[in-house]
């Protein structure tokens, strides 16, 4: 099982990034699957996650309204639309997929991970 996450980079404050995670066919047609992300000497936080259809999802309330989630089955590839970017937004983002259902929200709960992207928001 393969993920392999791209998109990030620096960008101002108020700007927009999209975040895509690739994924083998088995993946993304089985799990359930989401992002998280680890800023420096914190904890690795769902930001969003989406089911294995695409017909539900969960975000965390720090980035409600501002990023969306969604999935191609066709191309394989989640994406995270990342708007309205802060400082506080900073961290290396981390795609996941999870063999558990509901859209669990702990990183103990997911089975598999890309090697992570670095977001930088400056001020």
């Known amino acids: 099982v393969q993920l392999q996450a791209s998109g990030g980079g620096l960008v101002q404050a108020g700007g927009s990034l999209r975040l895509s995670c690739a994924a083998s066919?088995?993946?993304?047609?089985?799990?359930?699957m989401g992002w998280f992300r680890q800023a420096p000497g914190k904890e690795r936080d769902i930001v969003a996650g989406?089911?294995?259809?695409?017909?539900?999802?969960h975000y965390a309330d720090f980035v409600k309204g501002r990023f969306t989630i969604s999935r191609d089955s066709a191309k394989n590839i989640m994406y995270l639309q990342m708007n309205s970017l802060n400082p506080e937004d900073t961290a290396v983002y981390y795609c996941?997929?999870?063999?558990?259902?509901?859209?669990?929200?702990?990183?103990?709960?997911?089975?598999?991970w890309g090697q992570g992207t670095l977001v930088t928001v400056s001020s």
């Open positions: 996941a997929a999870s063999t558990r259902l509901g859209i669990p929200t702990t990183p103990s709960s997911y089975n598999y």
């Open positions: 066919r088995r993946t993304f047609s089985s799990y359930d």
């Open positions: 989406i089911s294995w259809r695409g017909g539900s999802t």
